[in-house]
Nanobody, 112 residues
Framework: QVQLVESGGGLVQAGGSLRLSCAASRSIFSINAMAWYRQAPGKQRELVAMITRGGTTTYGNSVKGRFTMSRDDAMNTVYLQMNSLKPEDTAVYYC??????WGQGTQVTVSS
């Protein structure tokens, strides 16, 4: 079991950037993969990005080339750098560490 706390969300204009952080309550070194998901109102939760223990990343088609996920095992933290934000990126962003371990979410709102 691991507790996850997201931060860094907020309101930004289209074209702007935000960096989300997800701090874990224990070492993430042994966690095979961590991910960011998002859920917009009335829509299903979708995968945004995933990073393996070895650092391999995978991105959802809608964010490829704009978002970058990274991890800092020493800080027990993963990040999501979001650039060129669009209004359709507006959602609650959740950190996931597998086995039902979800953060509480952080709101990202992109104004046009």
């Amino acid at each position: 079991q691991v507790q996850l706390v997201e931060s860094g969300g907020g309101l930004v204009q289209a074209g702007g950037s935000l960096r989300l952080s997800c701090a874990a309550s224990r070492s993430i070194f042994s966690i095979n993969a961590m991910a960011w998901y998002r859920q917009a109102p009335g829509k299903q939760r979708e995968l945004v990005a995933m990073i393996t223990r070895g650092g391999t990343t995978t991105y959802g088609n809608s964010v490829k080339g704009r978002f970058t996920m990274s991890r800092d095992d020493a800080m027990n933290t993963v990040y999501l750098q979001m650039n060129s934000l669009k209004p359709e990126d507006t959602a609650v962003y959740y950190c996931f560490a597998g086995y039902g371990n979800w953060g509480q979410g952080t709101q990202v709102t992109v104004s046009s």
